[in-house]
């Protein structure tokens, strides 16, 4: 009996090994398929299986930054106070602010700053939203608590996007960054409201619609925020990913660039990418 229970332990092990190694070799050979650099963190919060490929090798961020730096405020304003207002001038705005472009000499709340930076991938509501955690300095610190030393924060929009692979700036892992993203905001400090308010922007956002979202099964509700550097291709897309009638998710960091600086970036590596892992 004993001997039977040994070898079926023994299957099942060899065959989740089976399982890791092929979904690696397919994932090198949509690396291959693309000419492109793939980095990938999953987490299934609902059973601890983790799915990882180049988890440690570094990465721009790009905008997906925008929903660390929501959550962290989210976690530091209270619920009945994101109704704050913040007063915005003109040498505050920076590229590719289709929002608060509109608020130049006017007064914004933070929950207005955190729908731009979340729906929108608005860049001055970014930079605003790093002003009000005490800028870079006090945000490494927090990271630093959630035992995340990897993620480096130098540059703020639009400047963080010219990645080189020269150097660490705005540089993250998939692996760090999921991990960060988890204890934020599945096991952090966010109020129940806030939490509800960030997921539900990541649901509606107008960004990435072909990213994550295209690879996932029909039924899967995907809460995600994409990136894009100006460099090496970089594509990027993070998710809490909830399969049909299941409230724990599936934590989906995707990261991708290319070797020539003047390459083109692709949704399409992000979508396969998603496709293949959420299986």
Do not use: W
């Amino acid at each position: 009996m004993k001997k039977l229970i040994i070898i079926i332990v023994a299957v099942v092990i060899l065959s989740g090994f089976s399982s890791t190694s092929r979904t690696k070799q397919d994932l090198k050979m949509i690396e291959d398929k693309y000419d492109a650099n793939v980095g990938v963190y999953a987490l299934n919060t609902a059973t601890g299986e983790e799915i990882k490929f180049n988890e440690n090798k570094r990465f721009a961020y790009a905008s997906t930054l925008k929903a660390i730096s929501s959550a962290l405020l989210l976690e530091k304003t209270p619920h009945n106070k994101l109704n704050k207002k913040i007063h915005i001038s003109k040498k505050q705005i920076v590229s590719y602010s289709p929002i608060l472009e509109k608020y130049i000499d006017k007064d914004i709340t933070i929950k207005k700053l955190i729908e731009a930076t979340m729906l929108y991938s608005d860049n001055t509501a970014n930079n605003i939203i790093i002003d009000e955690l005490g800028g870079y300095k006090e945000m490494r610190k927090r990271l630093k608590k959630l035992n995340d030393s990897t993620t480096v924060l130098s540059r703020k929009e639009p400047d963080l996007n010219n990645y080189s692979p020269k150097n660490t700036s705005d540089t993250s892992t998939p692996q760090a960054f999921g991990k960060t993203l988890k204890k934020l905001v599945m096991d952090g400090d966010l109020s129940k409201d806030n939490k509800e308010f960030l997921l539900k922007l990541m649901i509606n956002n107008k960004n990435g619609d072909t990213l994550i979202n295209a690879g996932a099964p029909k039924t899967f509700k995907v809460a995600d925020k994409s990136g894009q550097a100006l460099t090496y291709g970089s594509r990027n897309d993070v998710a809490f990913v909830y399969p049909k009638g299941h409230n724990k998710p599936i934590i989906l960091v995707i990261f991708t660039n290319k070797n020539n600086k003047d390459a083109k970036p692709n949704d399409k590596v992000v979508s396969d990418v998603a496709e293949l892992v959420l299986k």
